[in-house]
């Protein structure tokens, strides 16, 4: 199986070259990140013409997930269970409601329960949506210790832009970034507690050292300066991660014309997608 992880920055501004992606690199489950569209607005005629099933969620121009899937699409879920919610209003009114967010989306894909996932960014050190980007991982870390406690088999893959920079290897300049998120403690602990529950970066152990980057800012010529980041991810089950193939980054795919900031990121496992 052939899974990928894209954060595509507008799925209809990029369509074309998603589809044409797609058929180049023969991949079978391609969860995507910031589609900025609601359902209704979505592409899944494009993705069936190329045999693709599809699942969305999306309210708004903000957030968007999706999973598309040529190898089945069963038991969606469009939040995880107690998913956090973000309160835009925080401190500006006295009756407040909570939002659960376009940020997570969950199918079965040929025996592999993959989850696409857009970490919140955090924005700022002490700003409510950093509080909130902790609330968020840890409550996806309980999902994903309980989901192997209860099935300690189970092929999961937790996949998407999580916002962070693990590791000083996995940023173009830590001092850059030392006031800012992405890097700090916190946020790293919170990944550090994911890949403890029992999942495996999959990429890190093909691809070791500095400068493997999927993502690099628009401005200031962040590419070509190769100033980039790595917080793009295919976390694994240890059944899963043991089938491990190979993974890649796909750097060229951020090259060109009307490309996204991110890379896509592509595993290979060696596993019989059961349709």
């Not at 309160?87 to 006295?94: C, F, I, T, V």
């Not at 940020?103 to 970490?119: F, N, P």
Request: glycine share 6%.
């Amino acid at each position: 199986m052939r899974l990928a992880t894209w954060n595509v920055n507008s799925i209809r501004s990029r369509i074309d070259r998603v589809t044409a992606w797609l058929d180049r690199h023969d991949i079978d489950v391609l969860a995507i990140q910031e589609t900025k569209c609601r359902d209704d607005q979505f592409p899944f005629e494009r993705f069936e013409e190329l045999g693709y099933a599809a699942a969305h969620l999306g309210v708004n121009q903000w957030n968007g997930v999706a999973i598309v899937s040529r190898v089945g699409l069963t038991g969606v879920e469009f939040a995880f269970p107690n998913q956090p919610g973000f309160d835009k209003n925080a401190g500006e009114s006295l009756i407040t409601t909570p939002v659960v967010e376009s940020r997570a989306i969950g199918a079965t894909c040929g025996g592999v329960r993959v989850w696409s996932l857009y970490v919140p960014n955090g924005r700022a050190l002490n700003d409510p949506h950093y509080a909130y980007k902790l609330e968020w991982l840890a409550a996806l870390r309980d999902n994903g210790a309980r989901w192997l406690a209860e099935q300690p088999e189970a092929k999961i893959a937790l996949v998407g832009d999580w916002n962070i920079a693990p590791t000083d290897d996995d940023v173009w300049s830590v001092e850059y970034f030392a006031d800012k998120t992405h890097i700090s403690q916190p946020e790293r602990d919170a990944f550090a507690a994911v890949v403890s529950a029992g999942y495996s970066d999959v990429l890190r152990p093909l691809a070791p050292g500095p400068g493997v980057y999927t993502y690099w800012d628009y401005t200031q010529l962040r590419f070509p300066r190769k100033e980039g980041m790595r917080i793009d991810y295919v976390l694994a089950s240890p059944t899963l991660a043991a089938s491990t193939v190979d993974a890649v980054i796909d750097r060229e795919e951020r090259k060109g014309k009307g490309a996204s900031d991110h890379a896509p990121v592509i595993a290979e496992f060696d596993v019989t997608p059961a349709t």
